[in-house]
């Protein structure tokens, strides 16, 4: 399997870093151009000097992210959504009441919620 190159990811991480320092310094009024572009510069310098150091980080953190913490999410929000609506017999797709096709009987709607289109 073909990883990205440590330089890339370098790159990337600055960034990210960047979007956040622009949000963050936008929002409490510190922002000027002079700033982010020394910001850009640092981050870049010091992001290209530990980019092997960063990638090996940001392994570590990948195999966080993807196996405990979206396992964890998905059992204890998307399986717990999927027990309640089991339970309480909702169906969004409205599956059971048409056994030939997803789609709805127009006859069955109001007139009322389809006589404008917008």
């Known amino acids: 399997m073909k990883l990205s190159s440590p330089r890339f990811k370098s790159l990337a991480v ?18 000027s151009f002079e700033v982010l572009g020394i ?3 640092a981050m870049f310098i ?8 960063l990638t090996k980080g940001l392994d570590i953190f990948a195999i966080i992210n993807t196996k ?8 204890f929000v998307i399986s717990i959504y999927g027990i309640i609506f089991k339970i309480l017999h909702i169906d969004p ?3 059971e009441k ?6 709805l009987n127009m006859d069955q709607l109001k007139q009322s919620t389809n006589y404008t289109q917008y």
């Open 68 to 75: 405990i913490f979206l396992g964890i999410l998905f059992v």
């Open 39 to 41: 910001f850009i510069l």
């Open 93 to 95: 797709l409205r599956r």
């Open 14 to 31: 600055t960034a990210g870093f960047t979007f956040w320092f622009f949000v963050i310094s936008s929002s409490i009024g510190f922002f």
């Open 98 to 103: 048409q056994n030939q096709s997803y789609w």
């Open 46 to 53: 010091i992001t290209q000097i530990f980019a092997v150091k």
